[in-house]
């Protein structure tokens, strides 16, 4: 809300609080989804951040109007089926390392 009223460091906009939030927000996300990375979850925070601000001002504009669960959910499941998909692929990545680790060895012991 800051942002609205004061646009530049110079006309007293600080961003001190929402890159503290950010931050705090990015570490739950890495925590709960970890296989995002320090990058993508930060630009997670970076995103939620920016709706919350925009639901904000919304409620405000339009006399308490909020978004329907049904959104909430879709974000939700969007992420978890991220994670999900990540998961899977680090499983298959995990198997061929296995696979070719055993193949290697096979030859080590085995040589032609």
Known sequence: ????????????YRPTLRLAIEQR??????????????????ELANTALMAFDGYVLNFHLTGGATGPARRLALFTNVLLCAEAAADRQSAKAKSRRGAR?????????NPA
Do not use: D, N, V
Request: aromatic share 8%.
């Open 25 to 42: 927000l990015a570490k739950m996300f890495l925590f709960c989804l970890p296989t995002l990375g320090r990058g993508a979850s930060r």
């Open 101 to 109: 680790a055993r193949i290697f060895q096979r030859i080590a012991t």
């Open 1 to 12: 809300m800051q942002a609205l009223s004061t646009t530049t460091t110079r006309e007293g």
